[in-house]
């Protein structure tokens, strides 16, 4: 029975005696665009004309021939409606009615094309969200695939009606990939895949340590004598927090961490108990610092993990002194990532978490639009071709519209109009960061020349609430904005594509 109905493009945009009928766009669902936040309203209105000159015009088409179609985002200005029309097979193409009241349903679905295949998504019902590969050629339907709903216009004169959704073209929504769904969805094989869990020992433990010791920590414009600084030790100490509490993660190695805490000789049993054994050894051989081990440096972090996370805590306070000050890598990163990634578990691997829609990527996606029967046995669905394909532009894309943002800045900037401006942008002060306020307020060179006298802090022992003009704020943010323009452009040469001034009368700014 399903070859009793069919999906045709938007009827005002057939052409005249049938020209059109043989052409492969005139059996697939059509995509507008529209640069109003009235888009909705503008194509209802079209439709209900059967303005095709209106409908023709607004027909989403690439920037450049030949090209794949390219959508913008809302931020941009631009939106994008799918129609079509929902016919009988016969003479004319008369045009279907839903029966809504026999549960008859119109909707569409977004697949994203990757190798000769499509995939839906799905996410309903508890079942893990992601793309899965749609079969008969994508003509199918998946079981919990998102169904993005279609309206109905207004009739024409002519009675007729057109259908029409919104495309989605950005999404909060994320999925959870496996070695396995990740070689399904790129066609790598699963071994080239890395565990997360040791790209995190890589980026919060061994390259943090290299990226302390090259910090220069206690540089000074001017070389005033200064103290030993605290810095470098607390940055040392909170490193080895890091992997320690990376390492009692749940899913990462807990029973390791528990030893370096509480028994560093403990042994191991299970799984991977002697890649574990030979990770605790090569703590425990291991220099952190000249006079202390790795293990010994961990486990008396981990005694005193809750201090270390408390507010304004001070790792010297703690007993923690220059034995855990890194100045140099002494413990090899390579070793130290193998050790682990023997250890850890395969069944614990935690999966990537990858965005549903990827504005920027070279994703393709496509439309199909579907119409189902539920009432008839088995269940008729009628899906559509697929609309033309697209890809999603990011925020910052150069084809991108630009949106028209006007802010008047204020017209007098007179001491008696900059006392009137209202103090509504509040910010509560802690008295920490006042403290900090107060000991730079009148030192504003030395603060510049890095001076170390402005460390000390006086408690005044009370915190502050200070409202602020938001006119004047933004006065001073316009004011730094055109300073670092300027001294970027040294560098960047783009001051030329900044900005354009045009004159206006003062009469149309509200001005005298």
Request: hydrophobic share 45%; net charge negative; charged share 20%.
């Amino acid at each position: 029975m399903s070859q009793h109905y069919t999906w045709l493009k938007p009827h005002p945009l057939w052409q005249a005696a049938g020209d059109d009928f043989r052409q492969p766009a005139f059996f697939q669902p059509h995509l507008f665009r529209y640069d109003s936040d009235a888009f909705v309203e503008e194509f209802m209105a079209a439709a209900a004309a059967g303005d095709a000159g209106a409908l023709a015009g607004n027909v989403a088409q690439s920037v450049e021939a030949g090209q794949t179609l390219k959508l913008f985002q809302p931020a941009h200005g631009s939106f994008y409606l799918v129609s079509g029309s929902l016919c009988c097979l016969e003479p004319g193409f008369p045009q279907r009615a839903v029966s809504l009241a026999d549960g008859e349903s119109v909707f569409f679905v977004l697949r994203k094309l990757m190798g000769d295949g499509e995939y839906g998504w799905r996410s309903a019902n508890g079942v893990p969200a992601g793309w899965q590969a749609v079969g008969e050629g994508g003509r199918g339907l998946l079981e919990h695939e998102e169904r993005l709903p279609l309206n109905l216009a207004a009739p024409d004169a002519s009675g007729r009606t057109l259908l029409f959704g919104y495309i989605p073209v950005s999404s909060k929504e994320t999925y959870s990939a496996g070695p396995a769904t990740l070689a399904q969805l790129t066609g790598a094989p699963e071994s080239s895949f890395t565990d997360p869990r040791a790209d995190e020992l890589q980026s919060r433990f061994i390259d943090q340590a290299a990226v302390l010791v090259g910090m220069p920590l206690n540089r000074q414009i001017e070389p005033p004598p200064a103290p030993t600084t605290p810095i470098r030790l607390h940055m040392s100490v909170f490193t080895l927090l890091d992997l320690w509490e990376l390492l009692a993660r749940p899913d990462v190695l807990p029973d390791v961490a528990t030893a370096l805490r509480d028994n560093p000789n403990a042994t191991f049993t299970g799984p991977q108990a002697a890649a574990k054994a030979q990770l605790l050894s090569f703590l425990k051989t291991t220099q952190w610092t000249a006079s202390r081990t790795l293990a010994s440096a961990l486990g008396e972090v981990a005694k005193k993990q809750s201090q270390l996370n408390a507010s304004e805590a001070d790792p010297a306070a703690l007993g923690f002194d220059n034995s855990y000050r890194l100045d140099a890598v002494l413990f090899n990163g390579d070793t130290l990532r193998s050790r682990f990634e023997a250890a850890l578990s395969a069944d614990a691997r935690p999966p990537v978490e990858l965005p549903k829609i990827e504005p920027g990527s070279d994703a393709t996606y496509v439309l199909r639009c579907v119409y189902e029967r539920p009432q008839c046995d088995p269940v008729q669905r009628v899906i559509s071709r697929r609309s033309e394909p697209f890809r999603l532009a990011p925020f910052f894309d150069r084809d991108a519209p630009a949106r028209q943002v006007k802010i008047p800045l204020p017209s007098n900037v007179s001491l008696s109009d900059m006392r009137r401006f209202k103090k509504g942008v509040t910010f509560m002060i802690s008295e920490p960061m006042q403290r900090k306020i107060a000991a730079i307020t009148g030192k504003e060179k030395d603060l510049l020349e890095s001076n170390p006298s402005l460390n000390p802090e006086d408690s005044g022992g009370f915190a502050f609430i200070c409202s602020f003009s938001i006119e004047i704020i933004f006065i001073v943010a316009f004011f730094l904005l055109l300073m670092f323009v300027i001294i970027l452009n040294f560098v960047f040469w783009w001051i030329l594509f900044f900005r354009i001034c045009l004159p206006v009368p003062k009469k149309l700014l509200g001005g005298t």
